[in-house]
């Protein structure tokens, strides 16, 4: 089995930040791509940020500027560090990973369980 265990949610105000974690773990052969997805209330699952293996970055322009998304690979761990955090930042977020189990042919994605981000004006 695996696991995505995420952490760092919170309730913040407006120009403050978070860090979130998400941590893999179980039968893990290889972590490819990791990623940050989002959710708000009565709106689509939207990509965030996302990191390949050797550490190259994309962002959602609302994210550019103000998130960094990192990665340890020897703890097969994704971090986003969030600032100048806004109200239209509030949402789930999610963590997602591409990764292949001990035995598997071929990578799958994985989903974390999800952590409440709270931007307050």
């Known amino acids: 089995q695996v696991q995505l265990v995420e952490s760092g949610g919170g309730l913040v105000q407006a120009g403050g930040s978070l860090r979130l974690s998400c941590a893999a773990s179980?039968?893990?052969?290889?972590?490819?791509?990791m990623a940050w997805y989002r959710q708000a209330p009565e709106k689509q699952r939207e990509l965030v940020a996302s990191?390949?293996?050797?550490?190259?970055?994309t962002y959602a322009d609302s994210a550019k500027g103000r998130f960094t998304i990192s990665r340890d690979n020897a703890k097969n761990t994704v971090y986003l560090q969030m600032n100048s955090l806004k109200p239209e930042d509030t949402a789930v977020y999610y963590c997602?990973?591409?990764?292949?189990?001990?035995?598997?042919?071929?990578?799958?994605?994985?989903w974390g369980q999800g952590t409440q981000v709270t931007v307050s004006s």
């Open positions: 997602n990973a591409n990764l292949r189990r001990v035995g598997d042919g071929r990578a799958s994605d994985y």
């Open positions: 179980g039968n893990i052969m290889l972590v490819y791509n």
């Open positions: 990191i390949t293996r050797s550490g190259t970055t």
